[in-house]
């Protein structure tokens, strides 16, 4: 058929749902009015690891108003059927909550206390005495047992480092980091009968929440529903089941009242996941001219005693440059911490700037351009898979970049530029993110009134999905923004996958797409057969629909109105599911970017100040520009933040992590964040997707870290090895 006009997509559209949120309109999980409500409060364990030996709850339950205080003691024993299906990192071995009397982290919920009012809950949860026979813990990434690690190995790496002409040996750190969204993680529960109903913060409505919850509590999976319109931002917190939801579940039966419970501030840091502290040790060969023969990295990374954690950290390396020796290996060390999970970026985030920092460190030593050394080991096909790229214009993104950057003023040698006390230095770095999808579903309803419809159980924890899904759907039915209505997180809404890894336009907005296309192309049908329309008996593929109205592409006058056409058959509407399932790779499918970042360095006290920020991004279609730069922006803050600032601290003698508040775990303010700029280059990639998406929200965050370190080198001549990079590092 003719393609439809693009009147919407593109177009920098204001958040439909933004007044609702500066209103204070815009319901999250703790806000939901639910009648019977009662309150829970989490008992958390003081120590790290050991067993319990008692819990005294009686002077908890003497207190007005206290309904029921649960532990392992007198909890019912739940199914906790396996669940490969689940968005858990390792299904089949979560933390149990209430099922034993083993203590395996600081902070890990060992009771719950349950009243009327949140005060009587909180001082009930006081009340509570737990003993403990505690065990030392073991804390230190550095000296504690990995397990077996995972490889990856290309050519001979060990023996091309040993024969290179320039060879370079590294060791990286990162500090874990926490999510720290706006929003503490809540759960409202109530049962009806043996049916579940929770309003959850979750990133992952239908094969998230639902699923996990059905799997725990023995139940069908369309007994349990989950409702979720708001998310008060996420960063991949949202992407796991936390114990929370099964308590919060667990004591409204128990109580046969409706329950809520949120976590607090300092119970978000062992209650959700984290990105995982890293050790990452390189080493780097190439010849005089600066390409790559060999690159070998050796990689241990914080996990839980009782589940394994793992993401791409390794991805970068494999695809970013032409390397023919490469070897890798990636190890889990099991400590007494509960379970990361994905931050913003992840896996990705921290091997860039793994394989950044070490390009950066290589172009010094050679005395080459950046730049330049990027462009010499540039691939023309996928170095760890051979195929072909979808589309990969990360030339295009240094060039662009270098241009807006004003990258040709920059002296090269470190410690030469000053402005007064402050060392100023530019720093570059690549970035890459998988263009991924998930299986989708999405309902349509077109109105014999002209309005759409437009539902799925997916999430919007900041992104704009209630904005850029309606766009889609606009041009796709033919409709102005204003006559579609997008709804989405609730379970009973057809399922999506979850809402992270930049995949939600890519899955849903296709699935919103096709689903809009049946729904157009039923109504042409309609009219084309119908002897009383205006379009009868002409070429179906000859008929776009524009403001609501189907006519002739070549003849405006030519045709009809939705309503019109309904009106007339008695047809109130018009439904389809759209059903998108991404095909078999045949091209190997990134997003790409070039991060360029200036810094100010206190010559006397070593504080960093990034003053400006440039990235340039090959991300296929933007749908959204305005959307888009919340995203690139919010991204570069994430990024410099991980660099200069989040440190999750945590005293090695028992576990606690000692900052646990946003007093003490540092993030930026306004007057840390420069000028930000993001630039995307025009595009499609229709082998990705069929609305030619890549992906932006992890991308964005993606080489900021590596772009910031390596300007802080150029600086001041040092290079420190360690994030975040702190003032004590640079005196």
Known sequence: MTPQPQNAVGTPQSRVDGRLKVTGRATYAADHVIDGVVYAVVVDSSVCRGRITGVDARAALAEPGVLRVISHLNAPKLPYRDN???????PNSRLRVFQDDRVRFFGQPVAVAV???LEAAQHAARLVKVSYDAEPP????TTAPADPPATYARGDANAAFDAAAVRLEMTYRNARNHHNPMEPHATIARWDGDRLTVWDKTQWVVGGTQTELAAVFGLPQQAVRVISPFVGGGFGSGLRTWPHTTIAALAARETRRPVKLVLTRRQLY???GFRPAYELRVRLGSDRGGRLTAMVHDIRAETSSYEKFVEAVLAPAQALYTVPNVSQAYATVPLDVNTPIWMRGPGYATGAYLVESAMDELAHELRVDPIELRLRNEPGADPSTGLPFSTRRLRECYRVGAQEFGWQRRNPRPASTRDGDWLIGTGMAAAVYDTGAFPAQAHVRLNANGT???QSATSDMGPGTYTSMPQVAADALGLTMRTVEFRLGDSVMPPTGPHGGSTTMASVGTAIQLGCDTVRKQAITLAVNDPRSPLHNVNADDVIVRDGRMRLKNNPLHGETYQQLLNRNHRDHLEAIGTYTPAEHRFSMNAYGAVFAEVAVDARLGVVRVRRMLGVYDAGRIINPKLADSQALGGMVGGISSALLEHTVTDPRDGRIVNANLADYLVPVNADIPDLKAVYLNGNDP?????GVKGLGEI??????????NAVFHATGRRVRE?????????
Do not use: R
């Open 84 to 90: 490969p299906g689940s968005n858990n990192p390792a």
């Open 723 to 731: 994030l975040p990079i702190t003032a004590d590092a640079l005196l």
């Open 687 to 691: 082998e990705a997707n069929p609305i």
């Open 115 to 117: 009243a009327t009012t």
């Open 138 to 141: 073991t804390t230190d990434l």
């Open 452 to 454: 759409a419809l437009v």
């Open 700 to 709: 964005v965050l993606v080489g900021v870290a590596p772009a910031i370190a």
């Open 270 to 272: 062992s209650g959700t």
